[in-house]
């Protein structure tokens, strides 16, 4: 995650948190435009929180599956060759399947909105 989604996530978070205070005033309580507005704003932030990260974790599934392909075709070609190299191979590739089944676990719950 890059500083600046870091940063707007810290921002978004602490508003949140002095908005849902904010909200435990008995003020609120008699006057519910203002507190309907008060929330519209939470759900809106909770939502761009929402696409913040999920962006984010689309970018790191993205940068995995393709730093997996190449560790694949480095793998395919340690296959070809003899000797001891051929041996960690298969060592290497568990590693590279184990990534290759969390990019996917991960796609599907970015997909499904569980994430």
């Known amino acids: ?29 008699d006057h519910d435009d203002d507190r309907k507005l008060l929330e519209a704003i939470l759900n809106n932030l909770f ?4 696409l913040i990260i999920n962006n984010t974790l689309q970018t790191i599934v993205n ?13 395919d070609k340690m296959n070809t060759e003899t000797g001891e190299i051929a041996k960690v191979s298969t060592i290497v590739k ?14 599907v719950a970015v997909s499904a909105g569980l994430l």
């Open 47 to 50: 939502d761009q929180e929402d």
């Open 1 to 29: 995650m890059n500083t600046e989604a870091m940063n707007a996530l810290k921002q978004i978070r602490e508003t949140t948190n002095a908005l849902q205070q904010e909200l435990n005033n008995l003020y609120y309580t």
């Open 63 to 75: 940068k995995l599956k393709k730093d997996n392909l190449k560790l694949q075709a480095l793998i």
């Open 94 to 107: 568990k590693a590279s399947d184990i990534i290759a089944a969390l990019v996917k676990i991960t796609t």
